[in-house]
């Protein structure tokens, strides 16, 4: 039943927003509105949304892109975004750009996606993993393991190094081998001791 003082404009703006969450386990932005409502202009968009936050419906970060969060996300749960993880060549990780300790966001994702793990997530630069249709830009659940089985796809810590990376785990002749999921690129064989298995790949989201 449609709240009272709410015109269809705005109800079809909401139902979009909750249906686009419920599809890609983010935000829209508002040029997404724009067209998947049919909305004339941005500005009409804004002054909708205005109102759906001053009604309590919605909450937005003016800093912070793709930043609308439902107040009652029914059947969601929300993931932190933890920050890049290379799918190439290895990244560091404690840096303000990189990984960090508070999310640099939360994402609202369907508990059908989720099936209730606790899960955090991580945004992917490179291309190693393209033939396990993960592309630069996409985002990876990560489930917080610390053990891996052959073939499990991982997020790794090289202490050594003291950066981390996206790859499939398998054990070889007692070495530790990080397989890229793209022909042009070659495995790399580590010491046991130098591999600190962080996360396992639980799903996928890739970008529009």
Same mark, same amino acid.
């Given at each position: 039943?449609?709240?009272?003082?709410?015109?269809?404009?705005?109800?079809?703006?909401?139902?979009?927003?909750?249906?686009?969450?419920? %599809?890609?386990?983010?935000?829209?932005?508002?040029?997404?509105? &724009? /067209?998947?409502? @049919?909305? *004339?202009?941005?500005?009409?968009?804004?002054?909708?949304?205005?109102?759906?936050?001053?009604?309590?419906?919605?909450?937005?970060?003016?800093?912070?892109?793709?930043?609308?969060?439902?107040?009652?996300?029914?059947?969601?749960?929300?993931?932190?975004?933890?920050?890049?993880?290379?799918?190439?060549?290895?990244?560091?990780?404690?840096?303000?750009?990189?990984?960090?300790?508070?999310?640099?966001?939360?994402?609202?994702?369907? %508990?059908?996606?989720?099936?209730?793990?606790?899960?955090?997530? &991580? /945004?992917?630069? @490179?291309? *190693?993993?393209?033939?396990?249709?993960?592309?630069?830009?996409?985002?990876?659940?990560?489930?917080?393991?610390?053990?891996?089985?052959?073939?499990?796809?991982?997020?790794?810590?090289?202490?050594?190094?003291?950066?981390?990376?996206?790859?499939?785990?398998?054990?070889?002749?007692?070495?530790?081998?990080?397989?890229?999921?793209?022909?042009?690129?070659?495995?790399?064989?580590?010491?046991?001791?130098?591999?600190?298995?962080?996360?396992?790949?639980?799903?996928?989201?890739?970008?529009?």
């Amino acid at each position: 039943m449609r709240q009272p003082g709410l015109n269809t404009t705005r109800e079809k703006v909401y139902r979009f927003i909750r249906s686009f969450f419920q %599809e890609h386990g983010y935000a829209p932005t508002v040029r997404d509105i &724009l /067209r998947g409502c @049919g909305i *004339s202009s941005t500005a009409v968009v804004q002054h909708h949304l205005n109102v759906l936050e001053r009604e309590g419906r919605i909450r937005r970060d003016p800093e912070v892109f793709r930043s609308i969060q439902l107040t009652d996300p029914v059947g969601t749960s929300t993931v932190p975004l933890l920050g890049t993880i290379a799918a190439g060549e290895p990244i560091p990780v404690p840096t303000g750009e990189t990984w960090t300790a508070e999310p640099l966001e939360t994402l609202q994702l369907p %508990e059908e996606l989720t099936q209730g793990r606790q899960l955090y997530a &991580l /945004r992917v630069k @490179g291309l *190693s993993m393209m033939d396990a249709l993960i592309d630069d830009g996409d985002i990876v659940l990560m489930e917080p393991v610390d053990t891996a089985e052959n073939g499990d796809m991982v997020a790794v810590w090289l202490k050594s190094e003291q950066e981390a990376t996206l790859k499939r785990f398998y054990l070889e002749k007692g070495k530790v081998c990080l397989r890229p999921a793209n022909r042009l690129m070659g495995p790399v064989y580590l010491d046991p001791e130098n591999v600190e298995v962080q996360g396992k790949v639980a799903a996928v989201i890739r970008k529009l």
